[in-house]
């Protein structure tokens, strides 16, 4: 190949490389926070608080789908509603908070956060459906009431988990005090003497979320107040999914310089049959955004290949490129 061939290949590849980075920040359109990332049946979920209101007083929870997390789809109607009677929770009258999910059997179950007028604070409740997207029907009463043996600030941002080394399912919840335990087998409640309080974090304010990659457990929770542009996500590892737990320092910070401030309320997941792992996590809308204006994004989360720790996520306006869930069902070594 000759000089001018070569050079003509070196531009080719730059323009390549350059169309290849697109800002996939914020990764849907619209005022969202709190997102839960999941994968089912090799397709990308996100659920979320729906934002913009004073007083985080959203009172509906969509479901937003991408086979490639770059192509965001969102649900045409709320797959739930939390408005007492005009809603179908029939407890809550608002304040749809940090929903997570997970499915057993078939089922998927929806937990999620919302004002109790009958307790004048937030509970924890749930809902069943056939398919990642509904259609959902609440239970008629919440499941957590935050009158428990062991109890929290506010009983807020679920998050479910199931073991991969027992195969149990937990659900982990709390504010200023995190909290856990197993779900029952019928996973709309809680099973009887596992209550237990989180122990090793450091500055635990909210927005717990776990999950599993050799050789860790990978727990992530927030800081501060969400309206506060410090708010940031620290993380700590652990053996098992009940401790004791490593803190590890922050894992998220803010981003003065892109714009980009109190970055929280994230989740994690694994693309099924690689190592490749994506965090989702909201900060202020860009530009003008605060604490109830706050939009989600994507970017990607890699881990130390010697230590098995997760590497601090660079917030960024890029966001990521397209990734497709390959075919096929396999697990690698890090699972």
Same mark, same amino acid.
């Given at each position: @190949? ?18 290849? /980075? ?31 209101? !004073?007083?985080?007083?959203?009172? /509906? ?8 997390? #770059? ?26 908070? =940090? ?5 057993? $059997? ?10 109790? !007028?009958?307790? $004048? ?6 809902? /069943? ?13 919440? @499941? ?17 988990? #199931?073991?991969?080394? /027992? ?13 856990? =335990?197993?779900?029952? &087998?019928? %996973? ?18 909210? =927005? ?6 050799? !050789?860790? +457990? ?13 708010? +940031? ?16 320092? *922050?894992?998220? $910070? ?14 994690? #997941?694994?693309?099924?049959?690689? &190592?490749?792992?994506? @965090? ?6 860009? !530009? ?17 290949? *010697?230590?098995?720790? %997760? ?10 490129? =397209? ?13």
């Amino acid at each position: @190949m000759g000089v001018s061939s070569r050079l003509s290949a070196v531009l080719l590849w730059a323009s390549v490389a350059l169309t290849t /980075t697109a800002n996939n920040n914020p990764a849907i359109p619209g005022l969202y926070a709190d997102p839960n990332i999941v994968v089912f049946n090799s397709t990308y979920y996100i659920y979320s608080t729906t934002d913009g209101f !004073p007083g985080w007083g959203g009172k /509906t929870f969509y479901v937003w789908s991408s086979q490639d997390l #770059v192509d965001w789809q969102r649900t045409p109607e709320p797959v739930l509603t939390l408005n007492g009677s005009s809603g179908n929770v029939p407890w809550s009258d608002g304040n749809a908070w =940090a929903p997570t999910i997970h499915h057993r $059997d078939g089922i998927y179950y929806l937990y999620f956060s919302g004002d109790n !007028p009958t307790y $004048d604070r937030k509970t924890i409740g749930v809902a /069943t459906g056939p398919s990642p997207t509904g259609p959902f029907t609440a239970q008629p009463t919440a @499941m957590i009431l935050n009158n428990e043996a062991l109890n929290a600030s506010q009983a807020i941002d679920p998050a479910a988990f #199931v073991d991969p080394a /027992t195969g149990k399912y937990y659900l982990f919840w709390g504010n200023g005090n995190p909290l856990y =335990a197993e779900l029952s &087998d019928d %996973m709309i409640s809680l099973k009887s003497n596992t209550l237990s309080a989180v122990t090793g974090l450091t500055n635990f304010t909210e =927005a717990s979320f776990l999950v599993y990659r050799k !050789p860790y +457990y990978h727990y992530t929770f927030s800081h501060g107040d969400t309206g506060n542009a410090d708010y +940031y996500v620290g993380y700590a590892t652990s053996s098992s999914v009940h401790g004791p737990w490593n803190y590890q320092g *922050h894992v998220l $910070d803010k981003r003065p310089s892109e714009g980009i401030l109190a970055t929280g309320s994230s989740s994690t #997941v694994n693309v099924p049959g690689t &190592d490749d792992w994506y @965090m989702a996590y909201h900060h202020f809308k860009i !530009p003008g955004g605060d604490g109830t204006d706050r939009e989600i994004c994507i970017d990607r989360a890699t881990f130390d290949w *010697h230590t098995g720790v %997760m590497r601090p996520v660079t917030p960024t306006l890029q966001g990521v490129n =397209a990734e497709r869930v390959p075919s096929g069902r396999y697990h690698g070594w890090w699972a």
